[in-house]
């Protein structure tokens, strides 16, 4: 049995560093900010090697399950049927009425 995995939210880059000690400093002053406040409660931060630039980048995000819920309503079946076309009622065929 194989186990699907979602992808979760996705991080967006807050700042790029040339070293790792510069970028976990700002990562930690992140998170130092966000836990002192309750209105930023649940946020993440990470940093991440770039290899392809030698860089690190400070990456961060809104924890899932402290995202704000959607509201979707249950729509009514009724719709489908009162807007779907009549179909017999075609193009006019000139040759036909002759």
Known sequence: MTEVISSGKPW?????H???????????KLLEIWNNNEA???????VKRMRSRDKFVVKVRLHPDFAPV?????????????????????????????
């Open 12 to 16: 967006k880059n807050d700042s790029f």
């Open 18 to 28: 040339n070293t790792f000690e510069e970028a976990d400093e700002v990562r930690s």
């Open 40 to 46: 930023h409660k649940g946020m993440q931060a990470k």
């Open 70 to 98: 959607k509201e979707t309503s249950k729509k009514d079946g009724k719709n489908r049927k009162r807007n779907k076309k009549n179909t017999n009622g075609g193009k006019f065929d000139a040759s036909a009425s002759i």
